[in-house]
Structure formats: C-alpha cells, structure tokens
C-alpha cells in the first residue's frame, strides 16, 4: 500500500512558466513533508519542507503547499529553469523531518528553453 | 552544509561475491543513517535504519541476513551485500540526518552490478 503517492510520472514545463508538482498521502500520522530534487546516478538533494502546522513555505522559487485536509501537497517552481530538470520526489515522516522517510514514486521535470 | 558521502559510487562484480558499501557524514555525528535502495524508475524503498552502536532495524522483507549493517562509529555505516546475486542489483543509496530535527542528506548512492 502506497502512502505516499506521486500521480503524475512526468510534466513538462516551457522555461519561465510555471512548474506544479503534485504529492497525495493516506497516512495521518505523517506530519513533515519534504521535496527532493534527483539527478540521474546521484542521491537525492534536499530542496524544501514544510511542517504540519503551516501550510506555506517559500524558498526563492520554491513554494510548497500543504492541504492537510485533502492529505495533499505541491511544489511550485518559479520561473522553472532548464537546470530544475529532474526527478522530484516528495517524502513524509513522523514527529521529526530527520526521521524515517516515505518517498513516492517521483515525477520527471522537463523544462524546456 | 551537511555532507554525506558514499563509497564506492559503482561496482561490478561476479555472482557470489560480497560488497562493502561504505556511508561517512563528513562533518556531523550521525546518530542514525538510513539505507535504501531503488529499482530503475522506481522510488527509494528504505531497506533499513542502522544505529550506532547497536543492531539496525530492517524494513520487512528485506533479509537482515543478507544485508549486514554495521555502524560502528557516529560518523560511518557499512551495509554488506553478502553473496550477491544477479536479484540484487540495483541502486543503494545512504542517508543521515543532522541534529536538531534537520531533513536527511544523501549520499550519491552506489550502482550495484552483479553479473
């Protein structure tokens, strides 16, 4: 059983505009949430996270949204750039964004100059 | 910032063989270091969370006996693949965690090859 899923296998993304990923959880006990970027060959690099307790935060162009009532969160890139391509991966844990993470399946990012 | 770094970044090797992969952080004591592994187009499926100083807790259906962790020191875990076969080949990759509630860093991982 899947409790961290990512629907959409890729999106692709004109330079400039707008990227939105998408990431739905069944598990409430999840109450940190994180976003990874993934380059082909390399672990996963860190990129924003957001507690339970809020339902924003913003880092340059990077904003996640948290809807806690529909177990649902997003990334919004803003202007997407040729260089975010990539593998995104949301992830969810328990009590403590170092503790154990439960990734979903990812989402390829193509940005497009 | 946090750096995790993972050794060897690729291996080749017969069938039978065991592989050492080795997981540092670089500057922070890492209390706990976690270890996943991840099929091609597939997520990061956590295998096992290794604690220092004592046994790791392993995720079900992984063998523990197949994938021995050691972590002997706040700063390095070991995860051997003993006798390896064609089956578990795959991407492992390591992660830690700072103190203070801070995400976890990853290694760039170890592509794993068993012919």
């Known amino acids: 059983d899947q409790q961290v899923k990512q629907n959409s296998p890729s999106l692709s993304v004109q330079e400039g505009r707008i990227s939105i990923l998408n990431c739905d959880y069944t598990n409430s006990m999840f109450d940190y949430f994180l976003w990874y970027k993934k380059y082909p060959a390399e672990g996963p690099t860190f990129l924003i996270s957001i507690s339970s307790i809020k339902d924003k935060n913003e880092d340059g162009r990077f904003t996640v949204f948290l809807n806690k009532s529909a177990k649902h969160l997003s990334l919004h890139i803003v202007p997407s750039q040729p260089g975010d391509s990539a593998v995104y991966f949301c992830?969810?844990?328990?009590?403590?964004?170092?503790?154990?993470?439960?990734f979903g399946g990812g989402t390829r990012l193509m940005v497009k100059p | 910032g946090a750096v995790v770094s993972q050794h060897p970044s690729w291996v080749i090797c017969k069938s039978g063989t065991s592989v050492k992969i080795e997981c540092r952080s670089l500057?922070?004591?890492?209390?706990?270091m976690f270890w996943y592994r991840q099929f091609p187009k597939q997520s990061l499926m956590l295998m096992a969370t290794s604690n220092e100083g004592s046994k790791a807790t392993y995720e079900q259906g992984v063998e523990k006996d197949k994938f021995l962790i050691n972590h002997a020191s706040l700063t390095l875990s070991t995860l051997t693949v003993t006798s390896a076969h064609p089956e578990d080949s795959s991407f492992y990759i390591c992660?830690?965690?700072?103190?203070?509630?801070?995400?976890?860093?990853f290694g760039d991982g170890t592509r794993l090859s068993i012919l």
């Open positions: 500057d922070f004591q890492a209390t706990t």
């Open positions: 992830a969810a844990s328990i009590n403590n964004a170092g503790n154990m993470l439960t």
């Open positions: 992660s830690a965690s700072p103190p203070n509630n801070q995400p976890q860093h």
